[in-house]
């Protein structure tokens, strides 16, 4: 675990779903290692994620550019 209360994607993944529907934003306020943000993306939405420690933004960028390559990889 990369933040002491990270949260396990595939929790996130049915409130995202049930909560909003595709292409919608997804809005995390303590975005922490990102685990929302990954969710949404997986999800088809959108996300803005807001964190103040600079190491776990560094860390939630570089999980979500995982995922967007892998995103893109599999729409292609």
């Known amino acids: ?3 002491p209360t990270e ?3 595939g929790i996130l ?3 995202i779903h049930a909560f909003s529907k595709p292409g919608s934003i997804v809005l995390d ?3 922490g290692s990102g685990s929302t943000a990954v969710a949404a993306a997986l999800s088809g939405r959108r996300y803005i994620g ?3 420690d600079e190491r ?3 860390h939630a ?3 979500l550019a995982g995922v967007e390559r892998y995103a893109a ?3 292609a």
Do not use: G, M, N
């Open 1 to 3: 675990r990369a933040h």
């Open 7 to 9: 949260k396990a994607v």
């Open 13 to 15: 993944r049915p409130l």
């Open 29 to 31: 306020p303590f975005a």
């Open 50 to 52: 807001i964190e103040l």
């Open 56 to 58: 776990y933004c560094r």
């Open 61 to 63: 960028r570089t999980r």
């Open 73 to 75: 990889r599999k729409a």
